[in-house]
């Protein structure tokens, strides 16, 4: 029998609805079957849907499954504030000042301000210099001679992000990519924004390489590794802002934060859809 579930959808990583990045997120999943699971994310086609549950791990207040239309991930970031908004907003009570999510890393922290909540980023799985021939796809992919990459990393906390850095924000909302070109890497973008006219420090893009490619509107879970590189290499400011969407027509802004030795990635979260779905 199909049983009928909480559900919202949220926009996630901006200050105004329908800026940032959508979540579809369904409420006590406890009893919903991998396979159907999948089956709504496929439906839902946004790049991740989550699934709320109880959690499994004693320090944590709630767990959640991520699933893009193809499979389920172990970590995301804007999946990580939009389902710990919802959680909160169906009456979640943090055991402790912290909010404390599973998922499939591990435990994850999340702080809250008022309506922004940031979450604290999980340790590298992969780091370190990027071969050769990775940034030759790269360079092919984003068209672009290869000296144009300043700088590059590999930044993978779970998605498997590979990061490279661009000279300048025009440069990099001039690249029409080749996808095909990338041979299934997920490729992080970044480029510093200068000027008197500069609403942010940063501009990112997420690319993600397949025969039919996309581009993420809003990625923390990006964000999150490019920080980490990007603080750590001393190519940021300990505190820095950073925008993405732009050239899809998007506003996401997203506020990076080192404290001692973690660094917090912080957004803001818009309801816009609340109902029920049946499963």
Request: aromatic letters at 8%; proline letters at 6%.
């Amino acid at each position: 029998m199909p049983q009928t579930l909480s559900f919202q959808q949220v926009d996630v990583f901006s200050s105004a609805a329908t800026q940032g990045n959508p979540l579809a997120v369904v409420l006590a999943a406890d009893d919903v079957s991998d396979a159907q699971m999948a089956a709504f994310a496929r439906w839902t086609n946004l790049s991740e849907t989550t699934f709320l549950l109880r959690p499994a791990h004693p320090e944590a207040d709630y767990r959640v499954r991520i699933f893009t239309t193809t499979r389920e991930l172990p970590f995301a970031g804007h999946p990580t504030l939009g389902s710990c908004f919802v959680w909160l907003d169906n009456g979640g009570t943090p055991k402790a000042e912290e909010i404390v999510q599973e998922c499939g890393v591990g435990l994850v922290r999340i702080r809250r301000n008022g309506s922004r909540l940031a979450f604290a980023a999980p340790p590298l799985l992969r780091s370190g210099p990027v071969q050769a021939q990775v940034l030759h796809d790269i360079a092919a992919g984003l068209r672009v001679a290869p000296e144009r990459i300043v700088a590059s990393q590999w930044a993978d906390n779970g998605p498997g992000w590979v990061a490279v850095m661009l000279e300048s924000r025009e440069e990099l909302l001039t690249i029409r990519p080749d996808y095909p070109a990338f041979n299934g890497l997920k490729v992080g973008v970044v480029a510093p924004w200068t000027g008197p006219d500069a609403e942010a420090d940063f501009e990112v893009r997420a690319l993600i390489g397949s025969d039919n490619g996309v581009e993420d509107p809003v990625t923390g879970s990006l964000n999150a590794s490019l920080a980490q590189w990007l603080i750590g290499a001393g190519l940021a400011p300990s505190k820095y802002t950073a925008r993405q969407g732009t050239v899809m027509g998007h506003r996401g802004q997203i506020s990076i934060e080192r404290i001692g030795e973690q660094i917090w990635v912080a957004g803001d979260v818009q309801q816009c859809v609340v109902g029920s779905v049946r499963l």
